[in-house]
């Protein structure tokens, strides 16, 4: 936390406007009765290594780091934490005795969600994660620290899945998206990190009556609330757990770095950011 006056804190992205790190950020702030600040800034790509060069003299605690910087900051910043070393990109910056550091904080967020939602995720051994992107990453550390033995990524661009495979190592696989059907019979868990189903668009992107009973399907999508593949795996009676809890979760070590409290994720912030999905849909 900045020492000295109403500590200031920032979401940095191009286009920014539908971020909604404000939103929570401001209601940590507002509930917590701290008087600090959460904005977002719109920075355009060529101007974004000048803006995190002069962070540290800025007057801000740190912010949050959204597409398309999250490399750019992890490149920018003098020091990682070991989950942005690892996943190449980082969401959250903060300042140590005037330095910049990068954390990613998306990997706990995936991981803190399901605890919430399915505390017995952590018992599983294998996993089916569908996509290969920046989000795969984030879980395929979340899951390696998680102690998943057997991690199956499916792409639909195959030589992606490998490149994931080979920087995660041991215990990780990669297939082509023809095999997802065939991989999801022992799956303890399936994770879409695609953007399949945003908006609601298409069936669910794999047949879910081949997962087994007892599996979870997570999704990193948050609009619909409910994907076509959760709405299907309801409808097959598993688990399901939403990508909103991951986008809440995630928010909260960024909090506590620039304000000094850590902030709960509650019932009742999640219905304050349904409620906005739900005015802008
Ligand atoms: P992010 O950083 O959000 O993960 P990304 O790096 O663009 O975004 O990755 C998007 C993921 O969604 C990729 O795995 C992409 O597959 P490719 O690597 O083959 O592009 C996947 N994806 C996007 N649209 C898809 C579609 N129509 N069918 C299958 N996969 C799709």
Request: avoid cysteine.
């Amino acid at each position: 936390m900045a020492d000295r006056g109403i500590a200031k804190a920032f979401v940095v992205g191009h286009p920014i406007a539908h971020s909604r790190s404000p939103l929570i950020h401001g209601y940590w702030l507002e509930t917590l009765g701290i008087p600090g600040s959460y904005e977002r800034i719109d920075v355009h790509p060529d101007s974004i290594g000048r803006f995190l060069a002069e962070l540290p003299r800025s007057g801000f605690a740190g912010g949050n780091v959204t597409i398309p910087h999250k490399e750019a900051a992890h490149r920018a910043a003098d020091r990682l934490d070991e989950a942005a070393e690892l996943i190449g990109a980082a969401n959250t910056l903060w300042l140590e005795e005037g330095r910049l550091v990068a954390g990613n904080t998306d990997a706990y967020g995936f991981a803190a969600n399901l605890d919430a939602e399915a505390p017995h995720w952590k018992k599983g051994r294998t996993a089916l994660v569908l996509g290969a992107g920046g989000a795969a990453r984030a879980v395929l550390f979340a899951l390696n620290e998680a102690g998943f033995g057997d991690i199956r990524v499916v792409n639909r661009t195959l030589s992606r899945a490998r490149e994931l495979a080979d920087r995660f190592g041991a215990g990780i696989s990669a297939h082509g998206w023809e095999a997802a059907g065939a991989l999801a019979a022992d799956a303890d868990i399936l994770v879409n990190t695609t953007s399949l189903g945003m908006g609601g668009a298409g069936g669910s992107p794999v047949d879910v009556s081949l997962l087994p009973d007892g599996a979870i399907v997570a999704d990193i999508v948050y609009v619909p609330l409910e994907t076509p593949l959760l709405a299907a795996a309801r409808g097959r009676g598993l688990r399901t757990v939403d990508g909103l809890g991951m986008l809440l979760h995630q928010a909260a070590p960024g909090f506590e770095r620039w304000f000094g409290t850590r902030p709960e994720v509650t019932p009742a912030l999640r219905a304050r950011i349904v409620a906005d999905l739900e005015a802008h849909k």
